[in-house]
């Protein structure tokens, strides 16, 4: 066995050196030399001995010993060990050079530069090019990261922003785009690593093309949906649709959406996936005027005796981004928006938040307290749920929120088509 193997084995036998050795590690990062005092608390008998040993001190009484760097200097320079320095010692106890704080620095900001350069000569004549600077700012390499996975999360996240479908005129679903960049169709799911990364890419990318999302409290996702699909990345799957009926559509270049006008002339209702709306400017409306219900048996009713052709939208149930989106353009449009929904407490919660939600003119529609007794049904329900009606604070739905928590029974929106189908001649 060599020298410094029976140094290390010495060290090795007793556990008080991984105190003392550890303390000196953090004091070398610190001053970038084998500098400072470690102070050791809660030291057992045979540690106390140890050290009396090492140090030829008595320390027996003592609740905690001080080791300054220089009383360690002198001890191993008078023991068999004087051959070995303490910075290598330090080596060899941890198995890695220590390095101080301003080395470190530097060696980080030296690989920094390099893998700059790497990147620089890799992404080329890509839309990547001009922003990696800032994606090296935005992903900085933090003191314990190993640097490969640094360079390699950096280039993920350029193929992510390369790679945005929208760059190509298309949509792309979420699992189908990670697929495309990774081969794996989690890659970005929520809360992973790629997840993240993604995230970053679709705000540095709206960043750079000047679109800004603003909170919304009302519907929080929408925000990052909406982000999404500004780069052409559907996150909602299949299930994100909008059921339409007498509504044209103006695109972005100015064209009447030749789909949609077509449905107009058959007089028919049609099912829009969020995909199909990437691209519209504009809502168009007869009478200006739109009917959102949020059943799609009533939209059915509604959509097959309309000879005047008027604009229905269902909502189905709880709003998806389609339907928002819908509502967005509504607003930006001009268009007057009537919606009707259930006697519950989910339904009036949807009608309180879409009220909230749409920046133009919005009127609850047949959501009154004596349209609750008309279409009152037996079905209860339960105390649980009746809490989310201390949730309705908008004046107009208050009093039928009481009404219902009283008497602890839902109503449904089917029972009140004739009273929507009158209405929609009067109103129109």
Not at 115 to 132: F, G, R, S
Request: proline share 4%.
């Amino acid at each position: 066995m060599d020298k410094e193997n029976q140094c290390l084995k010495y060290f090795h036998g007793n556990p008080v050196w991984e105190k003392v050795f550890r303390g000196f590690w953090h004091k070398y990062y610190s001053y970038g030399r084998f500098s400072g005092t470690v102070k050791l608390n809660h030291l057992t008998m045979p540690e106390i001995e140890e050290l009396e040993g090492f140090f030829g001190k008595n320390y027996h009484g003592q609740k905690s010993v001080s080791v300054s760097s220089e009383r360690f200097c002198k001890a191993l320079s008078e023991s068999c060990y004087s051959f070995i320095t303490p910075e290598r010692l330090l080596e060899l106890y941890f198995g890695i050079k220590p390095v101080g704080k301003s080395e470190q620095e530097e060696k980080k900001q030296k690989q920094v530069g390099e893998v700059l350069e790497m990147l620089q000569i890799q992404y080329e004549n890509t839309p990547m090019y001009d922003w990696l600077e800032t994606l090296t700012k935005r992903f900085r390499l933090s003191e314990k990261e190993d640097i490969d996975h640094w360079k390699r999360k950096l280039a993920l996240a350029a193929d992510i922003y390369n790679g945005l479908p929208y760059r190509c005129g298309r949509t792309r679903y979420l699992a189908v785009f990670a697929t495309e960049i990774t081969g794996d169709p989690h890659a970005f799911d929520a809360g992973s690593e790629g997840g993240k990364i993604l995230q970053e890419m679709v705000e540095l990318n709206l960043e750079n093309r000047g679109i800004v999302l603003e909170e919304n409290k009302i519907f929080p996702a929408y925000k990052r949906q909406k982000g999404f699909l500004h780069v052409g990345i559907l996150i909602d799957e299949v299930s994100n649709y909008v059921m339409l009926a007498g509504v044209n559509i103006r695109k972005v270049n100015g064209d009447i959406h030749a789909g949609m006008h077509g449905f107009c002339m058959e007089q028919d209702m049609v099912q829009i996936p969020l995909a199909s709306m990437v691209g519209w400017k504009e809502i168009i409306c007869p009478q200006n005027k739109l009917f959102i219900v949020e059943n799609p048996s009533v939209f059915a009713m509604l959509c097959e005796n309309n000879p005047e052709n008027y604009a229905f939208m269902c909502m189905n149930g709880q709003p998806r981004l389609a339907g928002l989106n819908v509502l967005e353009l509504c607003g930006v449009s001009g268009v007057e928006v009537y919606y009707a929904g259930d006697f519950d407490p989910e339904g009036l919660l949807i009608a309180q938040k879409l009220h909230d939600f749409y920046s133009g003119a919005f009127h609850y529609w047949h959501l009154t307290v004596e349209d609750y007794m008309e279409c009152r049904s037996d079905r209860q329900i339960s105390t649980k749920r009746l809490k989310a009606l201390d949730k309705i604070v908008d004046p107009v739905l208050q009093s039928v929120a009481v009404r219902v928590k009283k008497l602890q029974t839902a109503g449904y929106q089917e029972g009140l088509v004739k009273r929507y189908q009158e209405d929609i001649l009067q109103l129109c």
